[in-house]
């Protein structure tokens, strides 16, 4: 005869450690705590210093972008649009674009960065 495995045990009838604080409105009593706000302008990878946005033809490219998205096109199409014409540039000026044209974070500024850029790149060389 087979045999059933052992159970288990329980375990949310195990006992938690947490301290419960016997004055929370204490709590409530005390001041918030002050947030730093972001800086609302794109800087560099390390945050050192602000990318300037003002070049004219970085400016066209974010307003092409942000007309794409309006269209309801896709923020990869924006991101596109926006590398393909400063794609010389450096790379924290186009991520900084990418965010602003194409309403990305930055985090998907950066993945949109490096994939377009593979992108240019295979299709700059010549077919075999």
């Known amino acids: 005869m087979r045999k059933s495995p052992p159970k288990k045990p329980n375990r949310s009838a195990k006992t938690s ?7 929370p409105v204490e709590i409530l009593n005390e001041q918030p705590v002050q947030v730093e706000e972001k800086n609302p302008l794109p ?7 602000p990318v ?43 991520v900084a674009a990418f965010i602003s044209g194409a309403t990305l974070t930055a985090k998907g ?3 949109y960065w490096y994939n377009c850029r593979r992108k240019s790149a295979k299709d700059s060389k010549p077919n075999r």
């Open 43 to 49: 800087t560099d990878q390390h945050g050192e210093k």
């Open 109 to 111: 500024a950066m993945t």
């Open 52 to 94: 300037n946005l003002d070049q004219p033809h970085v400016q066209v490219a974010i307003s092409r972008g942000q007309e794409l998205i309006r269209e309801g096109r896709s923020k990869a199409d924006a991101a596109r649009v926006i590398y393909d014409l400063i794609k010389d540039e450096e790379k924290e000026l186009v």
């Open 17 to 23: 450690n947490v301290q419960v604080d016997p004055n």
